[in-house]
């Protein structure tokens, strides 16, 4: 019987990473290649976290504590996380910048295969077979692993949450395994975490995005809007490398990918990398004022104007 | 500092959306796709080099090795490095159709031991599969500590790395003592974002990579190019396969409409969104 391994994800204050139940749904997604699987949370403090997992249908949660484990740094996940693999078949987490760092560095200590960023899984021939963006998105490739244990992340946008329910998952303690000589080389300083009011881009219903044609009126055009839609502020690369707004604002290919109900898009001409972040929106809205920009290619409702005097005319018609 | 540079020869991402599929959709036809070094090793040859120079003078320090798995075509991608400052390349012969993470990984390893750099660099991941794993698999390998989706990189006085990563909701900074691995994300050629021990923090690139110079293309034939066959280093099998590809539901075209307020409306009552 194949068993599946999600590894959960955990803020630096022990607090369940939402991300997280994207890749429990893949599990469940799995089946019937995968009859069951079990979840690993590994940090500092566990237990609330592994309370709240034992809900998710789990055969098990395993949590692994020591105090090494406070914050994150692969060198001293992956050995755990190796050890505790080897009794599985797949190992699932999701695609954020935790799961890409830590999955592959797993998978070469296990001599196995990775698929990365996966928006689906189905099962074919009684093999796991990943479906994966490539090309930035312009294709997706079915993938599938050779050996006795694969590992694959999912793309959180792709792959709705798991919903609580079922019987509640023991609870097993897992043991510690000692990191080698490379966590010893290296040091963990700081993490700057982004203060905002907003909600994070890649969770957020609503995403408003501005290009450089905002200029250095990003945040007085951009805010008023965002806040009238309750959205996340996002950016496209242009407008990130010009300073106008800070580099975590980036929506494309190789900043965040979003998935949201509503995307605005404000003064971006939709570059291919920009649109494979945002193409998985149900909704998208262009404002423009160039006629031919791409990004209207991809809109259900363009509005091909000044955004400096349309915007806030769209903050208005919003609060009537 | 000896810093080794993996570069993977991609099509042309600019050109991403005349990626085609071929008949029966068993592959990806790349045909009439211009070659070029994937951006994100560009980018890493860009910061290896600002760590082997101080910025001010260009003065160059050290040795910066590229290379690259792939058949002799891919020497001209070594060749443009070299062109752009790198001192040496390897190329490790061998078919695309016999490379995944995996073997890639197993492959620069070995050559790795060989070479004994201080650092690896690398970009996060190649443009056109987008796989982001060979860094991650190569320091675990080595056993070396690693930083991916690097956007800063500083040589601090005792020769130890600090390297700012971007991460989901932030910056998280690793200090790491070589020999170690580095994969690079975008903001690594921004003007400030890459000291060595000698360049002067007040010092401000140039936004972008470097250039090669007329003069230093002539000179880069005469730099040495290895070949190794990829069998001398990892007799290890590709573990993922691609049995099929499809090209993305296309979006149904949109309408225009005339006025901010009209674009409320319509959001209101025909897509429900709001």
């Known amino acids: ?320 | 500092m000896k810093i080794l540079v993996a570069l993977k020869r991609v099509s042309d991402p600019d050109h991403a959306n005349k990626v085609k599929v071929g008949a029966g959709g068993s592959s990806v036809d790349t045909s009439g796709l211009e070659w070029k070094v994937n951006p994100f090793d560009e980018y890493a040859l860009e910061a290896a080099l600002r760590l082997t120079e101080d910025g001010k003078t260009k003065a160059h320090e050290g040795e910066v090795v590229v290379v690259t798995l792939g058949n002799k075509d891919t020497e001209t991608q070594l060749r443009s490095a070299l062109a752009t400052g790198a001192d040496r390349a390897v190329r490790i012969e061998a078919e695309d159709s016999a490379l995944d993470g995996g073997v890639v990984a197993e492959a620069l390893a070995k050559l790795c031991q060989e070479e004994k750099p201080d650092v690896i660099l690398l970009g996060k991941q190649a443009v056109d599969g987008d796989s982001n794993q060979v860094g991650q698999r190569l320091a675990e390998l080595l056993d070396f500590p690693m930083a991916t989706f690097a956007a800063t990189i500083v040589e601090e006085a005792n020769g130890k790395l600090l390297v700012g990563r971007e991460v989901d909701g932030g910056v998280l900074t690793l200090r790491l003592t070589p020999p170690c691995l580095i994969t690079v994300d975008l903001r690594i050629v921004a003007p400030e974002s890459v000291y060595s021990k000698k360049t002067d923090r007040g010092f401000k690139y140039a936004e972008g990579v470097r250039f090669a110079p007329l003069p230093a293309i002539m000179k880069a034939k005469k730099k040495p190019l290895d070949v190794k066959p990829l069998s001398a280093l990892t007799s290890s099998q590709a573990l993922s396969t691609y049995g099929k590809f499809e090209l993305p539901k296309a979006r149904k075209a949109g309408v225009l409409v005339k006025s901010a307020a009209e674009l409320v409306d319509k959001l209101k009552t025909e897509a429900r969104v709001l």
């Open chain 1, 1 to 320: 019987m194949s068993k599946a391994l999600v590894i959960a994800e955990l803020a630096e204050d022990g607090a369940l990473k939402r991300a997280t139940l994207s890749a429990i749904t893949f599990a469940k997604k799995a089946a019937p290649a995968i009859a069951a699987f079990d979840i690993l949370v590994l940090g500092a403090q566990t237990a609330a976290a592994s309370e709240e997992l034992a809900a998710h249908g789990a055969g098990k949660v395993i949590r692994i504590e020591d105090a090494s484990l406070s914050h994150y740094v692969a060198e001293r996940f992956a050995p755990s996380v190796a050890e505790v693999a080897r009794g599985y078949q797949a190992v699932f987490a999701t695609a954020t910048s935790f799961g890409k760092d830590l999955l592959p560095r797993v998978a070469a200590r296990l001599g196995a295969g990775y698929a990365g960023d996966c928006a689906d899984v189905s099962v074919d021939g009684g093999k796991l077979t990943y479906k994966r963006p490539m090309y930035a998105g312009n294709v997706f490739g079915f993938c599938q692993l050779e050996g006795a244990v694969q590992l694959a992340t999912v793309r959180q946008s792709e792959v709705d949450p798991s919903e609580p329910g079922g019987s509640k998952s023991p609870i097993e303690q897992g043991s510690f395994s000692s990191p080698t000589a490379a966590a010893g080389r290296v040091e963990y300083v700081s993490l700057d975490a982004v203060k905002s009011a907003r909600p994070e881009l890649t969770d957020a219903k609503v995403v408003v995005s501005g290009g450089r044609a905002l200029k250095e009126r990003f945040f007085e055009v951009m805010e008023p809007l965002a806040d009238a839609l309750g959205a996340g502020l996002g950016a496209s690369r242009a407008a990130v490398d010009a300073g106008y707004c800070p580099g975590d604002f980036q929506v494309g290919q190789t900043g965040k990918i979003v998935a949201p109900s509503l995307y605005v898009a404000v003064g971006i001409s939709g570059a291919i990398q920009h649109i494979a972040g945002m193409k998985g929106s149900k909704v998208i809205v262009a404002i423009n004022k160039d006629p031919d920009a791409p990004i209207f290619q991809v809109a259900d409702y363009g509005l091909v104007a000044d955004l400096f005097t349309a915007v806030p005319e769209m903050v208005q018609a919003l609060k009537r």
